[in-house]
Nanobody, 121 residues
Framework: QVHLVESGGGLVQAGGSLRLSCAASGSIFSINDMGWYRQAPGKQRELVATTPSSGSTNYADSVKGRFTISRDNAKNTVYLQMNSLKPEDAAVYYC???????????????WGQGTQVTVSS
């Protein structure tokens, strides 16, 4: 009943920028951590950035200084601002969130469907 819907992926040139959005909807009581993972072909899925509702953030070393994660709690939405994109950033980006639903006993992890980011050299 809880769904995460991602948007904002696309094709950009190296050095360009994109902003990804992920909105949670459904029978939500509260949202704890939210964040982003990515997976390139032939590679393992890796954590990109995460943020709890308190506003603190964590980033993979490979994106520090270039990416910024933020969230709008009123809209149940998390964003990923990606600047100075490199070809190695190309991947499918997946949103995740730990959500307490109105029917659930405890928070559960949810995944978005993924959005493709392509960076041309």
């Amino acid at each position: 009943q809880v769904h995460l819907v991602e948007s904002g992926g696309g094709l950009v040139q190296a050095g360009g920028s994109l902003r990804l959005s992920c909105a949670a909807s459904g029978s939500i009581f509260s949202i704890n951590d939210m964040g982003w993972y990515r997976q390139a072909p032939g590679k393992q899925r890796e954590l990109v950035a995460t943020t709890p509702s308190s506003g603190s953030t964590n980033y993979a070393d490979s994106v520090k200084g270039r990416f910024t994660i933020s969230r709008d709690n009123a809209k149940n939405t998390v964003y990923l601002q990606m600047n100075s994109l490199k070809p190695e950033d190309a991947a499918v980006y997946y949103c995740y969130a730990f959500i307490q639903s109105r029917r659930g006993i405890m928070p559960l992890g949810y995944w978005g469907q993924g959005t493709q980011v392509t960076v041309s050299s």
